[in-house]
C-alpha cells in the first residue's frame, strides 16, 4: 500500500482527512462527506503496519509511546504539506487518522469570525476562550488570531500545541512554539503553562484546556497580567462557563467563579456546516463579558438560560446569539432552512422565525 499515492488522491480532491482502517478501502472526508478513494483496494493488515512503519520511520521515542499508551499523536509533513496523525489500534491492528493542514492560512477576514473577536486580542491581559466540537474549525481560528498579532502587534506569543499545525515565522511579533508530549518541547499543557510564567510572553496560545490544572495554570497566567487564548470541546458558550466551573469540587467553585467573572473576556462557539454551495459556513456564537455576564457567572447557581439572554440581550457590545447567527446566514442564503432549525432547540424555533422575519424586513427581502 502506497500511502504517497492516498496523499496525493487527498490533496487533488482537497480532502481534510484521510481515514485508513483494516478491512476498508481507504475513506476521505471532502466537505463533511465520507468517500473511498479512487482506485485503491481494501486495506489488510499487512498495509496498516506497512503504513505505520512509513508514519513512524523508525523513530524510537514515538514508537515506545505508541506500544505503551497504545495511541500516537505526531505530525508528518509530505510535499511541503504538514498533516496531523492520530494512531490507535482496532482489533489489535493499528489504525490512522490523518488531518491535512493547509500551508496558507486564509486571511482572518474569510473565516467568517466577527470582527469583535479580533479586537479583543488587544486587551492587555485577561483570557479568550476558542469552543467547538471536534472538527468545528477552533485550530484555524486560533492560528489565524495568532497570525493577526504576528502581523499587526509587537508582542512575545507563546503557543504550546499537541501536535503543532501551522509553523508561524516572527514577523512583528516574536513567537516561541512549543509541541506537547513525550520526548517532546513540554510534557503536559499545564507543565508548558506553568514555564511560561518565566518565559516573559505577553500571549500564551493554549491549544487545548482539557483539565484543571491546565485551567488553573491558564487563570494564574491571565491573573498575572498577561492575556491567554485557549480552546475547550464544548457546544456553546454556557456549556463553556459550566465546564469550566465543573473542573473544580464545590467547595471551590465559588473562588474560580469570581476569577472567571474578573479575567474571562470573550467566549467564541463556533459549529461548521456544509452551505449551500458545497463549501463549509462557520456559524459563530461570540459572548462579550461585561458586567451583566459576570454577575451570572458569580451567582451560586449558574443558569444557562440566563447567560443565554444575557448574550441576546448585550447585541450591541459585540455579542453574537446563536440564533442570529443561524437567521443571518438564512437570509444571506448560506444554509437551508432546515439545516438552520436542525442547530436549535424547539424551545427557540419561534425566536428564530422572528429574528429571519425581521432581518429579512431589514433588509428589504420578502
Known amino acids: 500500500m502506497n500511502l504517497d499515492k492516498i496523499l496525493d488522491e487527498a490533496i487533488k480532491v482537497d480532502a481534510s482527512d484521510v481515514h485508513l482502517i483494516c478491512g476498508n478501502k481507504p475513506m476521505l472526508r471532502i466537505v463533511r462527506r465520507l468517500e473511498p478513494a479512487e482506485g485503491f483496494d481494501v486495506l489488510t493488515p499487512e498495509d496498516m503496519d506497512e503504513i505505520y512503519d512509513t508514519l513512524v520511520k523508525g523513530n524510537l521515542d514515538k514508537d515506545e509511546v505508541f506500544n505503551s499508551t497504545r495511541k500516537l499523536d505526531m505530525s508528518y509533513e ?32 474569510a473565516l467568517g469570525v466577527p470582527d469583535i473577536v479580533r479586537r479583543m486580542t488587544y486587551q492587555p491581559q485577561g483570557l479568550i476562550l476558542v469552543t467547538g466540537k471536534t472538527n468545528s474549525g477552533k485550530s484555524t481560528t486560533l492560528n489565524a488570531l495568532v497570525n493577526h498579532i504576528n502581523e499587526n502587534q509587537n508582542k512575545k506569543i507563546l503557543t504550546l500545541e499537541n501536535p503543532v499545525e501551522y509553523k508561524h515565522h516572527s514577523k512583528k511579533s516574536l513567537i516561541v512554539q512549543k509541541e506537547i508530549g513525550r520526548g517532546k518541547d513540554s510534557l503536559t499543557f499545564s507543565a508548558g503553562v506553568k514555564n511560561s510564567l518565566r518565559e516573559d510572553c505577553d500571549i500564551l496560545v493554549i491549544g487545548e484546556i482539557r483539565d484543571k490544572e491546565t485551567m488553573e495554570a491558564a487563570i494564574e497566567m491571565a491573573e498575572s497580567g498577561h492575556l491567554v487564548i485557549g480552546t475547550l470541546h464544548t457546544k456553546s458558550c454556557a456549556e463553556t462557563i459550566d465546564r469550566m466551573i465543573n473542573f473544580y469540587e464545590v467547595r471551590d467553585q465559588a473562588t474560580i467563579k469570581y476569577l472567571l467573572s474578573a479575567l474571562l473576556k470573550l467566549v467564541i462557539s463556533q459549529r461548521l456546516l456544509p452551505g449551500r454551495d458545497g463549501k463549509l459556513v462557520l456559524v459563530p456564537e461570540v459572548m462579550v463579558v461585561d458586567n451583566i455576564v459576570a454577575g451570572i457567572i458569580r451567582k451560586d447557581k449558574l443558569s444557562v438560560s440566563e447567560i443565554e439572554d444575557a448574550i441576546q440581550s448585550n447585541l450591541e457590545k459585540g455579542s453574537i446569539g446563536l440564533t442570529n447567527s443561524l437567521a443571518e446566514l438564512f437570509v444571506e442564503d448560506k444554509l437551508t432552512l432546515d439545516q438552520v432549525k436542525s442547530q436549535i432547540e424547539e424551545k427557540n424555533l419561534e425566536s428564530l422565525n422572528r429574528t429571519i422575519m425581521q432581518l429579512k424586513i431589514k433588509k428589504g427581502k420578502n
Open 78 to 109: 509530505y510535499k511541503d504539506i504538514r498533516l496531523r496523525v492520530n494512531i490507535s489500534f482496532s482489533d489489535d491492528i493499528p489504525i490512522c487518522t490523518l488531518r491535512l493542514i493547509k500551508n496558507e492560512l486564509p486571511p482572518y477576514e
